[in-house]
């Protein structure tokens, strides 16, 4: 029997279309509105299934990737694990390169998709749970030696304009579902993707919209400042990398910095008042959208992405017992 006309051909095609939603108990008092969008609603959890899906099928089209090859990435774990989805459907081996020092449920969520995953011990100054630029160093080089033993495709998620071009989807999906009502947006940078692909959009659409860069407090480095903290607790980014391949600086009005405290605080007061569960780099976005609709952006409206599930984060100190 085919199947029905509201069903997908695979998980892969319920990929993106995540819903927006105004937090507005979290702004009860405050001029102006924050939407979130809710990325770890994607079939992987986070964001990173929209760049998996986008460079891989980019690179099938190409013909870059072959049929059977194996993939392998560098992965913090959100990209591992839309790699890892993606890869279940399309019959690809699939190698995770993860440092140590990211959350437990991150590999275990890996390997239950399919993947084979490679932890990378920390550098000798560096503590579970902050990963610093120096970790990702080593992740990044061990890729890069596992790449050539195998002759895998890298998916090289720093580098490949895949990245971006999958989050202008996301962008014109904001665009349609705030009626094009957004003033601001600002996002936790890991590799730029995501800040670049929706500044590049929205900017576009309405080119007086300002976006913002966050970075962790002293790790500053797109702010120009040396990195004095790498070993901060909010996973995913912060990198101190002062350049980003992918990320156009043109298109970026100013950076924030947000503490481990205040991401591990809006993170939690997103579960508790507004019933969403995200990880560390959701709250230092919420945080910062805070921050601006209290200063520069009073009685406008701030979006911000929610990348991924606080379910992956319930072995850290985000969740007290």
């Not at 971006?164 to 705030?178: K, N, P, T």
């Not at 500044?199 to 797109?222: G, M, S």
Request: negative net charge; aromatic residues 4%; contains cysteine.
């Amino acid at each position: 029997m085919p199947p029905g006309a509201g069903s997908l051909s695979s998980v892969v095609e319920a990929i993106g279309r995540t819903p927006l939603v105004e937090l507005a108990r979290m702004t009860g008092g405050l001029d102006g509105r924050l939407l979130a969008k809710l990325e770890f609603l994607n079939p992987g959890g986070s964001k990173k299934d929209r760049i998996a899906r986008q460079i891989v099928e980019e690179a099938e089209r190409s013909g870059e990737l072959r049929p059977g090859q194996t993939l392998v990435e560098l992965t913090s774990g959100n990209t591992g694990t839309g790699l890892a989805v993606v890869c279940a459907v399309k019959k690809y081996p699939f190698v995770a390169v993860m440092s140590r020092g990211n959350s437990n449920e991150r590999a275990r969520m890996m390997r239950a998709l399919g993947a084979e995953v490679v932890l990378v011990d920390q550098a000798p100054e560096s503590v579970p749970g902050a990963v610093s630029g120096e970790d990702i160093a080593l992740v990044e080089a061990a890729t890069a030696e596992i790449a050539e033993q195998r002759g895998g495709f890298r998916v090289d998620q720093f580098r490949r304009a895949g990245n971006s071009r999958a989050h202008e989807l996301a962008a014109e999906e904001v665009w349609a579902q705030a009626g094009g009502c957004v003033d601001a947006f600002c996002d936790f940078v890991g590799t730029g993707g995501t800040l670049a692909g929706v500044a590049r959009v929205l900017k576009t659409r309405k080119p007086r919209i300002c976006c913002y860069a966050i970075e962790p407090t002293d790790a500053e480095a797109l702010a120009g400042h040396d990195v004095v903290r790498p070993g901060h607790r909010i996973q995913g980014g912060g990198y101190g990398m002062p350049e980003l391949p992918l990320l156009d600086r043109s298109l970026v009005d100013g950076t924030l910095a947000v503490s481990d405290e205040e991401a591990i605080t809006a993170a939690r007061r997103l579960a508790r008042e507004e019933g969403i569960l995200a990880g560390f780099s959701s709250g230092a976005n919420a945080a910062a959208a805070l921050r601006l609709l209290q200063g520069a952006h009073r009685g406008q409206t701030v979006v911000i992405l929610l990348a991924d599930s606080g379910m992956k984060y319930l072995s850290t100190d985000l969740w007290p017992d």
